[in-house]
């Protein structure tokens, strides 16, 4: 059944003929569900859903198992091998293109853990590229606003420092070690140690004002920082998702190719090994017999072509031959002149009275 063979002609036929066309129909069936099994595998990367990869697994086999029926049974057996090479080449071609599509998803299986280290390496550059990227949005602006900060704090370094010196310019004052030299807390002594309170209420001041700005700043950047990690985690799990089928194909593309390229081999052989059965095989007992059965609806159809033609000439001959007596008897003659003689009066009476309505 599944070879594709006449079952009636064949119970007919010896046990090894039997045998040769059961071979022949078990290869098909197996390629069916090999096929069906790849489907399956392939669908569930793509649905990632058991039941509908296994169903539409099953549509696929069915498919495939119907298409390789139909290729052996097409193929019949010729007296010339070259014939039968001919009539095989655009099944071979097929039969090529099926191996390829059955070969892949088995191959995505069989090299799964290759596969997965090849991905899981893809994903942590993109992870350190998407990082990167994100980063790029958000480190400028992060950096502007840490100048500033940088800058309010040497504002108030600055100041500080200022304040220091004027602190240790009127001590120097008072102790007579600078300025006047005169010991104790004379006029120029008062000038200076007002100009240091001064400048001290100013870096308290300063302090005060730059603490809240710079506070106000590294909540800009915290906030920064976490819009960063939030991206970078909102866009992780699209990252974390990259093994479809197109991804695992390209990484089975960068794997060595010799070995895909023998399962391919061995898929190919599978695929084509019911067509060369069917070549290689010498011309049996069925097909004999279903030769003689076809020769024999041919020579019937020939026949009854050639009786329903030899049938129209004789009718056409008879018929010529009928009319022909027929137009030599008087009494026919008599009645036809009779006849149109009639008519022909009928219509000059018909015109004439035509011809008084328009005159009036």
């Given at each position: 059944m599944c070879s594709g063979v006449d079952t009636d002609i064949l119970s007919n036929s010896s046990k090894a003929e039997q045998t040769k066309f059961a071979g022949i129909g078990g290869t098909v069936f197996f390629t069916a569900v090999m096929a069906s099994i790849a489907a399956s595998y392939a669908l569930h990367t793509v649905f990632d859903t058991i039941y509908t990869s296994i169903f539409f697994g099953l549509i696929w086999g069915l498919l495939i198992f119907n298409l390789d029926r139909f290729i052996?049974?097409?193929?019949?057996?010729?007296?010339?091998?070259?014939?039968?090479?001919?009539?095989?080449?655009?099944?071979?071609?097929l039969a090529i293109i099926i191996a390829v599509v059955i070969a892949k998803p088995l191959e995505l299986k069989i090299f799964e853990k290759e596969i997965n280290q090849v991905l899981l390496e893809q994903k942590n550059e993109l992870t350190l590229a998407n990082k990167e990227q994100i980063a790029n949005q958000?480190?400028?602006?992060?950096?502007?606003?840490?100048?500033?900060?940088?800058?309010?704090k040497q504002s108030v370094d600055t100041k500080e420092v200022e304040t220091n010196a004027l602190y240790e310019t009127y001590i120097?004052?008072?102790?007579?070690?600078?300025?006047?030299?005169?010991?104790?807390?004379?006029?120029?002594?008062?000038?200076?140690?007002?100009?240091?309170?001064?400048?001290?209420?100013?870096?308290?001041q300063l302090k005060a004002e730059n603490k809240i700005k710079i506070k106000f700043k590294e909540s800009q950047i915290v906030t920064l920082i976490s819009q960063q990690k939030n991206q970078e985690s909102t866009t992780q799990p699209i990252i974390d998702g990259f093994d479809g089928l197109m991804a695992r194909i390209n990484a089975l593309n960068t794997l060595p190719w010799l070995p895909s390229f023998f399962i391919f081999l061995l898929f190919l052989a599978i695929e084509t090994s019911p067509i060369f059965a069917k070549l290689l095989a010498p011309k049996g007992e069925y097909d004999f017999k279903l030769q003689d059965a076809e020769d024999a609806v041919k020579t019937w159809v020939t026949q009854k072509a050639d009786q329903r033609k030899e049938m129209l000439q004789t009718d056409r001959s008879l018929n010529k031959k009928v009319y022909s007596d027929i137009s030599e008897e008087e009494e026919l003659y008599n009645y036809k002149r009779k006849m149109a003689n009639e008519l022909m009066q009928q219509q000059a009476d018909a015109f004439h009275k035509s011809q008084q309505k328009i005159i009036g």
């Amino acid at each position: 059944m599944c070879s594709g063979v006449d079952t009636d002609i064949l119970s007919n036929s010896s046990k090894a003929e039997q045998t040769k066309f059961a071979g022949i129909g078990g290869t098909v069936f197996f390629t069916a569900v090999m096929a069906s099994i790849a489907a399956s595998y392939a669908l569930h990367t793509v649905f990632d859903t058991i039941y509908t990869s296994i169903f539409f697994g099953l549509i696929w086999g069915l498919l495939i198992f119907n298409l390789d029926r139909f290729i052996v049974s097409t193929i019949k057996k010729s007296d010339k091998k070259w014939n039968e090479i001919w009539q095989a080449t655009p099944r071979i071609i097929l039969a090529i293109i099926i191996a390829v599509v059955i070969a892949k998803p088995l191959e995505l299986k069989i090299f799964e853990k290759e596969i997965n280290q090849v991905l899981l390496e893809q994903k942590n550059e993109l992870t350190l590229a998407n990082k990167e990227q994100i980063a790029n949005q958000y480190t400028p602006e992060i950096t502007s606003i840490q100048n500033e900060i940088d800058q309010l704090k040497q504002s108030v370094d600055t100041k500080e420092v200022e304040t220091n010196a004027l602190y240790e310019t009127y001590i120097a004052e008072a102790e007579g070690r600078k300025g006047t030299e005169l010991l104790g807390k004379g006029p120029v002594y008062k000038e200076k140690r007002e100009k240091h309170d001064a400048s001290l209420l100013e870096l308290q001041q300063l302090k005060a004002e730059n603490k809240i700005k710079i506070k106000f700043k590294e909540s800009q950047i915290v906030t920064l920082i976490s819009q960063q990690k939030n991206q970078e985690s909102t866009t992780q799990p699209i990252i974390d998702g990259f093994d479809g089928l197109m991804a695992r194909i390209n990484a089975l593309n960068t794997l060595p190719w010799l070995p895909s390229f023998f399962i391919f081999l061995l898929f190919l052989a599978i695929e084509t090994s019911p067509i060369f059965a069917k070549l290689l095989a010498p011309k049996g007992e069925y097909d004999f017999k279903l030769q003689d059965a076809e020769d024999a609806v041919k020579t019937w159809v020939t026949q009854k072509a050639d009786q329903r033609k030899e049938m129209l000439q004789t009718d056409r001959s008879l018929n010529k031959k009928v009319y022909s007596d027929i137009s030599e008897e008087e009494e026919l003659y008599n009645y036809k002149r009779k006849m149109a003689n009639e008519l022909m009066q009928q219509q000059a009476d018909a015109f004439h009275k035509s011809q008084q309505k328009i005159i009036g």
